[in-house]
């Protein structure tokens, strides 16, 4: 078992990594847990800094496995275009576990608009330089139905997944067709984008690969994705806001053609993470019981239009 990173070994290491003028009143505190990473933020007088230690063998998850490298490579390249923080530490922390660190400016203030979240997110899909090294993930309807599907199939004996293939969209409703494949982020919410000096800015790139920016559109609007982050679901003038900032317009048409995929396949999701993790963390299963009420509350709406 990896030797646990304490707080104070971690803070004498980043003193010998970060190039900070002013150690005197930087701050270093614990932000909340997952699986497969933990996280803390230190405030100096010049920069925060948001440090990511990652344990990618903790679980096989079906959806979002853990890729530290992608992340690094993704802050590397997209500091770049400024649309992420920099990169300030990629390395092995003192216990050995891969450690990630990115920086930036005192944030003036921490408010997002939907709008500049649109613009955001639809320049990271016009990219055409490709990110080294990124996952290729299922992109369009009938791909991301077939992964729902999967993760369905591993919980058999589960009543509500019986209950949820009743609201599976069918194959036939969008015909078949290429994906020209971009860089996603595949966890876009209002709580991965941070506020800096310099505008807003992507963070969370673990779970990024290329696949369809229709599915960065989804999870800007699922209110089970949301619910995962501890936010409110967007109310409808929200979004609507946000459709109508998106730079493509034509991807947009084919988020409204295409949505009830993306957020079935998020509701397999979290039903197979509510059902594989109530035995041995309860919190969580809970978490994902609530984030599947949202989605099949969504489902639902989608239905009736």
């Not at 646990?4 to 701050?27: E, I, N, Y």
């Not at 999967?150 to 036939?172: G, T, W, Y």
């Not at 941070?194 to 800007?220: K, L, N």
Request: net charge negative.
């Amino acid at each position: 078992m990896t030797e646990q990173l304490s707080d104070s070994v971690l803070l004498a290491f980043l003193k010998d990594q970060l190039s900070v003028q002013d150690w005197s009143t930087a701050r270093l505190r614990p932000l909340p847990v997952n699986y497969t990473s933990r996280f803390w933020r230190l405030d100096t007088p010049e920069r925060i800094f948001v440090v990511k230690e990652f344990f990618p063998d903790n679980e096989e998850n079906p959806l979002y496995p853990t890729l530290p490298d992608q992340e690094a490579e993704a802050l590397t390249f997209l500091a770049r275009y400024d649309l992420a923080p920099a990169l300030e530490i990629y390395s092995h922390s003192p216990v050995g576990t891969p450690l990630l660190v990115y920086g930036y400016g005192l944030p003036k203030n921490d408010e997002i608009d939907v709008g500049e979240a649109a613009d955001l997110i639809g320049r990271i899909a016009a990219l055409r330089e490709p990110v080294p090294g990124h996952q290729v993930v299922p992109a369009g309807f009938h791909e991301v139905l077939e992964g729902g599907d999967a993760m369905l199939a591993a919980i058999p004996e589960s009543p509500k997944a019986v209950n949820l293939k009743r609201l599976r969209p069918a194959d036939d409703l969008v015909k078949r067709r290429a994906v020209e494949r971009t860089l996603v982020h595949r966890s876009f919410c209002l709580g991965t984008i941070q506020s800096t000096p310099e505008g807003a800015r992507m963070i969370d790139w673990q779970f990024a690969g290329y696949g369809d920016p229709v599915e960065d559109i989804c999870g800007f609007v699922s209110p089970g994705l949301l619910k995962l982050y501890g936010l409110h679901p967007l109310v409808a003038y929200a979004e609507d806001m946000f459709l109508k900032h998106y730079p493509n317009q034509d991807t947009v048409e084919r988020f409204l053609e295409e949505r009830s995929a993306y957020h079935w396949r998020l509701a397999a999701y979290c039903l197979f993470r509510h059902e594989t993790l109530g035995q041995i963390n309860a919190p969580a299963a809970r978490a994902y019981g609530r984030a599947l009420e949202e989605e099949v509350d969504l489902l639902l709406r989608l239905r009736v239009k």
